[in-house]
C-alpha cells in the first residue's frame, strides 16, 4: 500500500492515499478538487433515501386494461375508460394539451385530461376556424376565428365536464373534451384496447364513455403490481 508523507502539528506522518485524500479534504474544504469522493457519495445517499421513500408508492399500483366494444359503432375507438374518483388531489400539467385542426377536423377528435389542463387550439389548416362550445360546464366558451399557424387556449376546470366542441365556420367539425378528477385514464384505439397503467392500489369504480353512448361502469379492485383486465360493451 502507497503512503503519503504529511506534516502536521505533531511533526511528520505517513498516510495512505485514501487517508491522505480525508486529511486534505478536512484541511482545506476543498473536497472535489482533493480527489475526495464526497459529492458521489452524498449522490448515492439520495438515491437510497429516495428508493427507500418512493419503494411503498411504486410497489402499491396496479394497472387496469381490458377491451371495448361500440356496439354498432364504426370502430372502436375513442372510448374513454376512467377511474371515476380518486382520493387525492391531482395538480394539473405544466405542459398545455393540443388539439389540433386539420383537413377540417378536430384531431384527436376525443381528448380526456385532468381539471385544471390548459388545451391550446392548433390552426393546421389553410382556413380559418372557430372553437366553441355549448357546454355549460366548460363556460360555453367562443374562442373566435383564427387564421392559420395561431392558436387559442382555454382552462378546463371543472371535472367531470363532457364539453362538445365544435367550429363555428364549420359544422361538420366535432370533438369531445373530457374533464377527470385524476390522471388515471385511456382512449381506446381502433380495435378498442385500452390500458391505465400506476393506479394506487384500491377499490374503485371504473367506467367506460363514448359520446352519446350510455356509459358503463364496473366495480374494480386495483391490486399491488397486478394487472386486472376489465371488458366493456357500450350501446347507445
Ligand atoms: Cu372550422
Not at 375508460?81 to 378536430?106: C, G, R, W
Amino acid at each position: 500500500m502507497r503512503r503519503q508523507k504529511q506534516e502536521s502539528e505533531a511533526g511528520t506522518i505517513y498516510l495512505t492515499d485514501g487517508a491522505a485524500r480525508i486529511a486534505r479534504c478536512i484541511d482545506t474544504g476543498d473536497c472535489r478538487r482533493s480527489g475526495f469522493p464526497g459529492s458521489r457519495l452524498f449522490l448515492m445517499a439520495v438515491i437510497c433515501m429516495l428508493s427507500f421513500l418512493l419503494a411503498p408508492v411504486i410497489a402499491r399500483a396496479g394497472d387496469v386494461k381490458g377491451k371495448v366494444v361500440i356496439v354498432n359503432g364504426s370502430s372502436n375507438a375513442n372510448a374513454v375508460i376512467y377511474v371515476e374518483n380518486v382520493d387525492s388531489v391531482f395538480a394539473p400539467p405544466d405542459t398545455d394539451a393540443i388539439m389540433d385542426q386539420k383537413h377540417l377536423a378536430y384531431m384527436p377528435e376525443v381528448l380526456p385530461i385532468l381539471a385544471g389542463t390548459t388545451v391550446k387550439f392548433l390552426n393546421n389548416d389553410d382556413v380559418l376556424h372557430d372553437v366553441f362550445t355549448p357546454s355549460q360546464c366548460a363556460g360555453s366558451f367562443d374562442l373566435g376565428s383564427f387564421p392559420p399557424g395561431e392558436s387559442k387556449t382555454h382552462v378546463f376546470k371543472r371535472p367531470g365536464c363532457f364539453s362538445l366542441i365544435l367550429c363555428d365556420i364549420h359544422p361538420e367539425m366535432q370533438a369531445w373534451i373530457v374533464v377527470l378528477q385524476n390522471p388515471y385514464f385511456a382512449v381506446t384505439d381502433h380495435e378498442g384496447n385500452y390500458e391505465i397503467r400506476g393506479i394506487p392500489a384500491g377499490t374503485y369504480i371504473l367506467r367506460a364513455w363514448f359520446g352519446y353512448y350510455k356509459s358503463e361502469s364496473v366495480k374494480t379492485v386495483v391490486s399491488q403490481n397486478g394487472t386486472v383486465n376489465v371488458d366493456f360493451q357500450l350501446r347507445q
